[in-house]
């Protein structure tokens, strides 16, 4: 079963960047699941995709979020990483990774609050 950890700031100023990665254990980037995703839920609201990388290293953006977000991977420490730049308070979520969709594998999520 392949694990996944969220890591990175909990609180992040406007008009930064924020930077989150998740550390994957019992499996590869690079071979167990097609893509991996990160998935932001906002208090209140649904889960929201943001985008992805797939096994050979393709990036997928969700198209209302594509001009500000990255999503890269090192596959030595096999890890996979999301930035999101010019943040605003409507940022703000509990941000998951997660691996093979809906029934796949989840990450416990990364509260991200954004703020001055």
């Known amino acids: 079963q392949v694990q996944l950890q969220e890591s990175g700031p909990g609180l992040v100023k406007p008009s930064q960047t924020l930077s989150l990665t998740c550390t994957v254990s019992?499996?590869?980037?690079?071979?167990?699941?097609?893509?991996w995703s990160w998935i932001r839920q906002p208090p209140g609201k649904g889960l929201e995709w943001m985008g992805a990388?797939?096994?050979?290293?393709?990036?997928y953006y969700s198209p209302s979020l594509k001009s500000r977000t990255s999503i890269s991977r090192d596959t030595s420490k096999n890890q996979f990483s999301l930035q999101l730049s010019s943040v605003t308070p409507e940022d703000t979520a509990v941000y998951y990774c997660?691996?093979?969709?809906?029934?796949?594998?989840w990450g416990q999520g990364t509260q991200v609050t954004v703020s001055s």
């Open positions: 997660n691996a093979g969709g809906r029934g796949g594998s």
């Open positions: 019992g499996g590869s980037i690079t071979t167990s699941y097609y893509a």
């Open positions: 990388i797939a096994y050979d290293g393709s990036t």
